[in-house]
């Protein structure tokens, strides 16, 4: 079996970069590499791009080592792992970054060396998209002349580190040689079962964790409609209903973001009719236009309103496919004027955004809760209380404790929330 000593990332973000200080640290010889000459740039610098704990520590210490380094350009390596983004335009999956990647890793590639994919694809991109390419540039083809897998990220932002070591991982070889070479090189840093398997069933397992996530949350957010239009508190209807030992509803909200649960369902649904799937999206898609109905009952036009939380979840950075988006521009063409709080963004819609709630809140009418940061669970309602035109708060997240807000004079209202 191949010996791998040398290991090319390409895409230095929320997963590339992890992925490429794990393995450093566990004894390859890593080179990072990213399009983006800003982030080869800070990296260099030994300071990281993306707030991620541990991350900072863990890229220093690889760097200092020797075994980590971020290169200006890609270069031949025994292994060529791919951790490049794809993002989903209109519906289809956008695979120009992985293509060029497979394009550069063809004028590099030597019989018997490993190319991994990790990037969310549609079904059989690892086989046709990949393969072909360098087959069709170099004149190599997989499973003859060099092994081939496809290996998904599985990982919450806010937690990579600790998930790309300890969750399971889908090892889907393009054939039996090359899922145990690919197993070989996951060995080394991964505490968690690598699972072999074929490319196409590990491309469409993966989309399917993540559609399966998105189905579920859209239940849950129909839930919320249902109860809304009931007057009855879908938080108090779901704790009842999870008491039911084979029931587990998930938490509604303004919406669903991330870089992976409103996108994996496109890339599923993409080569045959489907309508669960599909309906899910819409009812996710629509959610934040249901909050900015939901509060247009409560506020007149012209109100200000402070979005608190821009980012997809709580406790991160990361603003990708984010509700808040949404929200904001479904506010605004209802005529509310708006501004925007969180600790861990400094831009939003080419605005500035407060990273203090109390300077966010003076003179506003209502604190609108996308995002339940740890923070915000501590805030005390009756400094802002002084410093608010109206007392109104709007708990998209259900985590907001309302007797708290309402001993302060507060009104408060909630999603499908009645106490």
Known sequence: MRRIDEVMVYGLGYVGLPTAALMATAGYRVYGYDTNSEIIKTLKEGDVHIEEAGLKTLLRAAIESGNLKVVSEPRQSDAHIICVPTPVV????????????????????????????????????????VAEIIRRKSGLTAGRDFYLAYCPERVLPGKILSELVHNDRLIGGFDKESAQ?????????????????????AEIAKLAENTYRDVNIAFANELARICHSLNADVWRVIDLANRHPRVSILRPGAGVGGHCIPVDPWMLTGFT???????????????????ANS??????PESRVVLLGLTYKENVDDTRNAPSE???????????SMRFC????????????FASVVEAAQ????????????EWLRLAPAELAKIM?????????????????????????GLARRK
Request: net charge neutral.
């Open 90 to 129: 209109d519906g289809r999956a956008d695979l120009s970054a992985v293509k060029k990647v497979s394009e550069t890793i063809a004028g590099l590639i030597r019989r018997g060396d490993l190319v991994v994919l990790e990037s969310t694809v549609p079904p059989r991109t690892t086989e046709t998209v």
């Open 181 to 201: 070479v690919a197993a070989s090189l996951y060995s080394r840093f991964v505490d968690g079962a690598l699972i072999k398997c074929g490319c196409l069933e």
């Open 273 to 291: 009719r489907t309508h669960l799937i599909q309906a899910a999206r819409h009812i996710n898609d629509t959610q934040p236009h249901f909050i």
């Open 295 to 300: 509060i247009a009952e409560i506020l007149n």
């Open 326 to 336: 949404v929200l904001a521009d479904a506010l605004s063409q209802k005529g509310f």
């Open 342 to 353: 969180d600790p861990y963004v400094r831009k939003f819609r080419g605005e500035e955004v």
């Open 363 to 374: 003179d506003a009418d209502m604190l609108l809760f996308v995002v339940a940061h740890d």
């Open 389 to 413: 035109r109206r007392r109104l708060v709007y708990d998209a997240t259900g985590k907001v404790d309302s007797a708290v807000w309402r001993s302060q004079g507060f009104e408060f209202h």
